[in-house]
């Protein structure tokens, strides 16, 4: 496929199985890149809700609670992710359906890039807006469009025995 990243991530919306079928030889270094470039997205989302967090509640300064989601999410969510792709690559072992680790990697780690246009919306939601139906909404389109594009790219890459 050619294009550049950002149509790719669009594409894994309306077609993550083609989308990640064609992910499958990526290489360990890129795939390790796509899931830090997911982590980056997903910290940068969680701007706005810890700045809009500060301003009503100033006794933990925005660095600090920017520095506690720094810590979570690029350094405890990237090894959540491999031991999660290594679990579903292990489960994956008693169904008709057969996923090894690296293509279970790539079914998650894809995911995690190509829902982050989803959550960087609901992040700036959280933080403009704050809690309702309109940040619980663009909340649910992120996960609903994360299980999707998970649930794709493992049907895509998985062998049937």
Known sequence: MRGGMVLRVLQSWWAPRRMVRGLAGMPD???????????????????????RA???????????RLGGAAMGTMFMMPLLA?????????????????LDARSSRIALFWALLAVAPATLLAGLVAGLIGPGPALTLTRSVAGLGFLFIWGAGIAALARRL
């Open 54 to 64: 500060a301003q009503l509640d100033p006794s933990i300064p925005l660095d600090a």
């Open 82 to 98: 491999y031991a999660v792709a290594g679990l579903v690559a292990l489960l994956s072992r008693v169904t008709p359906w057969r």
């Open 29 to 51: 270094a890129t795939l390790l890149a796509v899931l830090m470039l997911a982590m980056v997205l997903a910290l940068l989302a969680q701007a706005p809700f810890h700045a």
